[in-house]
């Protein structure tokens, strides 16, 4: 493989440009009119227009993006995350026109991209399920029968599609009916699928993951997990490796677990399997997402291993060079999305032009991006601009150097989820592990903003005044309920 095409744009595809430069592959890019002048498409060896700046008009067009491929000798399509990478039909026609796609076959697509299909699946592995029905439901008295049985809340959820279009949270009987119409109308506007199904809704859910990579030659490997659950309208911002709770038998039993859906599907390539983790550290399977992951760095710094370049050998039909036990952890990650939006007004989307942009410089920062100093953020793509990553000897030297980070980057120009990282970091829910998908609902309030601002300020004042009468150390308690403490030699 020579050449290979990057059916995307933004931070994915100069992520996938670096590592075909150590590779020794030349890449192609591709751009939309808007983004013309992105990172992406100055450092790809060569670059097309695919169209005007819609996605549906560019990085949607398939048949344009083949004949680029036909064109340029091209020799394989990493297609990232978004966009095509989850479209059997496009994989189907990049393989009929003799070029190699690099993620699963399309018939893995296809099963995994229905939750329907897919829980259908993974049941005849063992893999756990929430309790519910797998299979979609039209009338809307078969649905109160379901919902009286397994009890409410209930969720209401689109086969097809994520990123919580479809999706409805049912807590009273009497919601049922206007609310499953309404999650099989956003779910047939979104993906043309008014399919939808109800299961159990888990109260106080941890989203956990597990990163595959399978091979051609019948070997799967788990590169351990993730925990993504500080999430925005079921959109992760903050996501980390190793979760905070896991115990090593645990994590053994999820692992084998996402290992059994990989091959319920005859999976290849790089994947990600995600579970509900409940209060009781019960686990259930949620989906199957068969391609490169938003958070994919933080399994990287802890594994050691570049993902982008485990899936091109598994797309050149290369063995699996590891087996299970060569996999360990060392040290811990923590990932930060920095995104477009006003966090304090509800993570309001926004646009604009970056003015200053100035990140950290540690040899322990890894940052994933795709802008510059007057870049305009367009309002056609989603608004993620840039990942802050950061890796610790272990989970609170990781936390510490997140907040360094956050501190000394410099963002000037649009609003973004800076100030919210931060607030995360210190947030004692957070740094005892002690939280769920709930977090930003429960405490990233004003009252919480606040608070926290207070106590920052107090601690700030501490440190003066000790620091004016020559004491050595300080001391500060973790948690907001605890009185300030200080000692002095």
């Not at 043309?192 to 941890?206: A, H, L, Q, Y």
């Not at 609902?441 to 020559?470: M, V």
């Amino acid at each position: 493989m020579k050449k290979i095409l990057i059916a995307n744009r933004g931070e994915i595809a100069v992520r996938v440009i670096k590592t075909c430069r150590k590779m020794g592959i030349s890449t192609v890019a591709i751009y939309s009119e808007a983004d013309r002048d992105s990172k992406h498409v100055q450092l790809a060896d060569e670059a097309f227009c695919v169209g005007p700046a819609p996605s549906a008009e560019s990085y949607l067009q398939a048949e344009k993006i083949i004949q680029i491929c036909k064109e340029n000798q091209v020799d394989g399509v990493h297609p990232g995350y978004g966009f095509l990478s989850e479209n059997a039909g496009f994989v189907r026609a990049v393989t009929n026109a003799g070029i190699t796609f690099i993620g699963p076959s399309p018939e893995a697509i296809d099963l995994m991209g229905s939750k329907i299909a897919s829980k259908q699946a993974v049941e005849k592995y063992g893999v756990p399920l929430v309790p519910g029905i797998n299979h979609a439901v039209e009338d809307i008295v078969e649905a109160e029968d379901v919902a009286n049985q397994i009890g409410y809340p209930v969720l209401v959820k689109a086969s097809a599609g994520g990123g919580g279009k479809g999706m409805r949270i049912v807590h009273d009987p009497k919601d049922l009916e206007s609310q499953m119409r309404t999650a099989q109308s956003e779910a047939q506007s979104a993906f043309g699928d008014r399919s939808v199904f109800i299961e159990k809704f888990v109260t106080k859910p941890r989203h956990i993951e597990i990163q595959l990579i399978a091979d051609n030659h019948g070997s799967v490997v788990y590169l351990l997990e993730r925990e993504c659950s500080i999430q925005r309208r079921h959109q992760k911002l903050v996501e980390e490796a190793p979760s905070a709770v896991l115990t090593d038998a645990l994590r053994q039993e999820m692992g084998e677990a996402a290992v059994n859906v990989a091959k319920a599907c005859n999976y290849s390539g790089a994947g990600t399997v995600e579970f509900l983790l409940d209060a009781d550290h019960k686990f259930y399977f949620l989906e199957m997402n068969t391609r490169l992951q938003v958070e994919h760095p933080v399994t990287e710094l802890i594994t050691g291993l570049d993902l982008v370049a485990e899936q091109i050998k598994v797309a050149r039909n290369e063995k699996l060079n590891y087996v299970q036990d060569d996999i360990k952890a060392h040290g811990h990650a923590i990932e930060l999305r920095l995104t477009a939006e006003e966090p304090e007004n509800d993570f309001v989307p926004a646009v604009g032009s970056i003015d200053v942009y100035h990140p950290p410089q540690h040899d322990w920062v890894r940052l994933d991006d795709f802008v510059y100093e007057g870049y305009e953020i367009p309002i056609y793509y989603d608004n993620m601009f840039a990942k802050l990553i950061v890796w610790g000897k272990d989970r609170t030297e990781a936390i510490q150097r997140m907040i360094i980070a956050c501190n000394e980057f410099t963002i000037e120009g649009v609003p973004n989820t800076l100030d919210f990282g931060r607030f995360v970091m210190q947030h004692p829910k957070f740094v005892d592990g002690d939280f769920d998908t709930n977090f930003i609902a429960q405490y990233y309030t004003p009252e919480g903003r606040a608070e926290q601002d207070a106590d920052i300020n107090k601690a700030a004042a501490l440190f003066t005044y000790l620091e004016f009468n020559e004491h050595k150390e300080v001391v500060i308690a973790k948690h907001t309920s605890d009185a300030w403490k200080k000692r002095a030699e």
